[in-house]
């Protein structure tokens, strides 16, 4: 399994950017997916999750702005993220894993690298 995270880049806050997971291998359809952010200096913190039958998991202060969809037809996760604030500001890593549950609790079996997102005031 390969994931490529890409979508990232420099927005003013306020702005919007979407975020794209493209997956590389069998059973995308029945893979569960989740976005996670790194601040520097601080751990991976899950930001979304979707799970194979769409069922979603948003950590509290992303609910309302950010929202995690998936492609089954391109293998493609997305994060779209409105109303960014400075603190949104992290590097956002895709990862993977079968089961939604397990995923939530023990994180993925598989990372895709970084797309760092900046959001200036």
């Known amino acids: 399994v390969q994931l490529q995270a890409s979508g990232g880049g420099l927005v003013q806050a306020g702005g919007s950017l979407r975020l794209s997971c493209k997956y590389s291998?069998?059973?995308?359809?029945?893979?569960?997916v989740a976005w996670y952010r790194r601040v520097q200096g601080r751990q991976r913190d899950l930001v979304a999750a979707?799970?194979?039958?769409?069922?979603?998991n948003y950590r509290d202060s992303v609910k309302g702005r950010f929202t995690i969809s998936r492609d089954n037809a391109n293998n493609t996760v997305y994060l779209q993220m409105n109303s960014l604030k400075p603190e949104d500001t992290a590097v956002y890593y895709c990862?993977?894993?079968?089961?939604?549950?397990?995923?939530?609790?023990?994180?993925?079996?598989?990372w895709g690298q970084g797309t760092l997102v900046t959001v200036s005031s």
């Open positions: 990862g993977s894993r079968r089961h939604f549950s397990s995923l939530l609790r023990n994180g993925p079996d598989d």
């Open positions: 291998g069998r059973f995308f359809s029945i893979t569960s």
């Open positions: 979707i799970s194979s039958g769409d069922t979603t």
